[in-house]
């Protein structure tokens, strides 16, 4: 037979389950802006999300050949690179 503390156990477990669900779908949607927020060029990738839906996959940034810099000789990405400080150096924006 069905008793009051049956009840009362069913629904704390049905409520656990859905705080639970939402707290995962949170923390996906949050990781999903962040990926986001990493492009360089600040758009949603449309076509990597229904890539990802059927199971195929796309690279979600291209590869960047590195360059020797002239001046101090550390290898860099030419177009996120940074100044090394020495006053030479071509990377200086």
Do not use: F
């Not at 990802?52 to 590195?66: L, W």
């Not at 550390?74 to 400080?85: K, Q």
Request: charged fraction near 25%; glycine fraction near 10%; hydrophobic fraction near 40%.
């Amino acid at each position: 037979m069905i008793s009051l503390s049956k009840i009362i156990l069913l629904a704390l477990v049905i409520g656990a389950v859905w705080y639970g669900w939402r707290w995962v779908n949170r923390v996906q949607e949050i990781g999903r802006a962040r990926t986001a927020a990493r492009r360089p060029d600040g758009r949603r990738d449309a076509a990597g999300a229904s890539a990802r839906d059927s199971g195929t996959h796309t690279p979600a940034m291209e590869a960047e050949d590195m360059e020797k810099c002239p001046e101090c000789g550390a290898y860099v990405a030419p177009r996120s690179a940074v100044s090394c400080g020495r006053p030479a150096c071509p990377y200086g924006r």
